[in-house]
């Protein structure tokens, strides 16, 4: 089963705010961050990870 990057993330990120409840900065910071290493050239270590 293959899962997109951004769909992993934003699970990931309301997972996040409904059990740990972090301030909102720092999901957005998280959120921000995965969207920009899944356009950088760490892509294919994250996606190997996710795709395993």
Do not use: C
């Amino acid at each position: 089963m293959e899962i997109p990057l951004w769909l992993a993330i934003a699970v990931t990120g309301v997972l996040g705010i409904k059990l740990i409840r972090p301030p909102w900065w720092l999901v957005a910071l998280l959120l921000l961050g995965g969207y920009l290493i899944a356009d950088s050239f760490l892509s294919p270590a994250v996606d190997h990870v996710i795709n395993k």
